[in-house]
């Protein structure tokens, strides 16, 4: 663990659990923010495949057809 890490962790145990639980909504909303990046990426794909689909240019396989 780097000295930060263990610096901040030590601050972190000094909090009461409200402090602690609004540190905790805080990290979750960061790591939720780059979660979200990467839904709108899949989002994306899945709407461009399903164009795709609609247009012809790619083809729905079932899933048995494509494993054997």
């Given at each position: 663990m780097s000295n930060l890490v263990v610096e901040i962790t030590e601050k972190i145990q000094m909090l009461s659990v409200s402090e602690k639980n609004e540190v905790l909504r805080v990290l979750?909303?960061?790591?939720?923010?780059?979660?979200?990046d990467a839904d709108e990426a899949?989002?994306?794909?899945?709407v461009r495949r399903v164009k795709a689909i609609h247009n012809g240019e790619a083809a729905i396989v079932a899933l048995k057809e494509w494993q054997d």
């Open positions: 979750l909303q960061d790591i939720d923010g780059a979660d979200q899949w989002q994306n794909e899945v």
